[in-house]
């Protein structure tokens, strides 16, 4: 059994189009672009929505109802439109950007990247195919070439199959699939600046390979270089990025003064791969569960800061205009500010071996969407207490006291083996995040080992049974009080 780990079926890409204006509009005029996982909602205003490309976020879908119902809930998928946020009666497109507000989309092209990630595939009749009429369009726009019917997705097959297989006209079929970077996709680099953000994008066609974020201002010193030519491509980036600054640059009057230089590293030899400083970051994760029970996505944003290392973002977003930097730069400024202010809680979910785990979602309308860590007890006593979620403190417990609190919790509060909802995805069973609601309540999420066996309590606050957490709430805390402080390493 595997837990946290998710991964998809692959389909070959297929775009459905919303109509042929729409299709012109999204060439024609910069659009937003996100990557996540079909959701179908049971009771919001909107009926569609994605998720897995930010820390909890998700964001609804209008406009293209007709073409996600065709599309299996948990497909990975790509949509293209206008990016904005419904609030108080405004649209307005940065607004969109603040996890607490409704994120949404007026959706003018979807594309279907890969099949479902998160359920049992659904039998293939009820993916309705698309008409014979639109097959040379929908063979345009994904990546399939003559005699590839065999990787075309089963539900497209039949309609794809005379172009595919003969009969086709010449102008539909397609160009190499630029989903991986490779010879025949030669990436182009792009900067964009404004008075307060700058980016470096690296991006082939519809391919975004990554994006290099700063608050500031980029110069860039990176080379790019192209061999061969056909299937015998090669290419490549070098160099370095310069953060600047700014002040002293000016002071200086003449050259630009560094904060500092980053090294950048990127070649058609490892193309799922990007090196900064030396250090690699992969690009092409599988999408997996988080511990936050969000989906998280192979994120291509990775924010350059003055100190640290760089943050690699769960996020892909196109670097095409100023707006689309804005919207990167934004996005970035959150991820940012989360990642650092819940640093040492995304350090402590990552431990293994605990006795004890004690975490608390916070849900998106009203907090940071954030699943923080509280509690962790190990089997030598270690105890790692964060009761706001950030500042850890480490205390120690003796081996009757931990004993004698398993015991209370196992034959006094009766809290039996954790059972959880289980789904299998290509014969494999993985294991369901336990939140089921990250969006309006906070959620108490308890596991522990005894015996061998994990038993656990899930509850949301504010709902009757709840209050069968509260004692052992207050147990807890009590015991966080009488815990002994480790004195300080060093």
Avoid at 77 to 90: H, T
Avoid at 414 to 431: D, S
């Amino acid at each position: 059994m595997n837990r946290f780990s998710l991964v998809g079926t692959v389909l070959s890409a297929a775009a459905i189009l919303v109509g042929v204006t729409d299709a012109q509009k999204a060439s024609d005029n910069p659009v937003d672009t996100l990557e996540g996982v079909l959701r179908v909602h049971p009771r919001f205003h909107y009926r569609y929505f994605i998720e897995g490309f930010g820390d909890g976020q998700e964001c609804a879908l209008f406009g293209a109802d007709k073409s996600l119902q065709q599309i299996k809930p948990g497909s990975l998928i790509r949509v293209r439109g206008d990016l904005a946020s419904k609030f108080l009666g405004q649209k307005d497109g940065t607004s969109a950007l603040i996890s607490t507000w409704i994120i949404y989309m007026d959706v003018d092209q979807v594309e279907v990247l890969r099949g479902p990630v998160s359920r049992a595939p659904l039998p293939s009749d009820s993916f309705p195919p698309p008409s014979a009429t639109s097959a040379e369009r929908l063979l345009k726009d994904t990546h399939l070439k003559s005699g590839d019917i065999s990787n075309a997705a089963e539900p497209f097959r039949e309609a794809l199959r005379p172009a595919l297989e003969g009969g086709g006209s010449s102008d539909a079929q397609p160009a190499a699939s630029p989903a991986r970077a490779g010879a025949q996709a030669v990436p182009r680099e792009k900067h964009l600046f404004n008075d307060k953000y700058s980016a470096i994008g690296v991006m082939s066609d519809d391919t975004v390979h990554f994006v290099l974020i700063y608050t500031g201002f980029l110069s860039t010193g990176m080379q790019s270089w192209v061999q061969g030519n056909g299937a015998d491509t090669k290419w490549g980036f070098a160099g370095s990025v310069h953060l600047v600054d700014v002040e002293k640059t000016r002071a200086a009057g003449k050259g630009n003064v560094d904060k500092r230089q980053i090294a950048v590293k990127f070649t058609s030899d490892a193309s799922d791969t990007l090196f900064l400083d030396g250090k690699a970051y992969d690009l092409s994760r599988p999408v997996r569960a988080t511990s936050m029970g969000a989906l998280a996505m192979p994120g291509r944003i990775f924010i350059l800061r003055d100190k640290g290392e760089p943050l690699q973002s769960d996020r892909t977003l196109p670097l095409r205009s100023e707006k689309g930097l804005v919207i990167i730069g934004d996005f970035a400024e959150r991820d940012r500010f989360l990642m650092e202010t819940y640093a040492e809680s995304r350090r402590v979910q990552a431990m293994e071996g605990w006795v004890l785990a004690w975490d608390v979602q916070d849900p998106i309308k009203h907090g940071s969407g954030q699943r923080k860590a509280i509690l962790r007890i190990f089997p030598d006593g270690r105890v790692l207490s964060l009761p706001d979620g950030r500042n850890l403190k480490e205390l120690k417990l003796s081996p009757a006291e931990l004993a004698e609190l398993l015991r209370w919790l196992v034959e006094e509060r009766q809290l039996g083996e954790w059972k959880p909802a289980m789904v299998k995805v290509n014969g494999v069973e993985f294991e369901r995040a336990p939140v089921k609601n990250m969006w309006d309540r906070v959620t108490d999420i308890l596991f522990f080992m005894r015996d061998g066996k994990r038993h656990g309590i899930v509850v949301e606050q504010g709902k009757p049974e709840s209050a069968a957490f509260e004692p052992i709430r207050e147990v807890l805390n009590e015991m966080l009080k009488k815990a002994r402080p480790v004195a300080a390493r060093g």
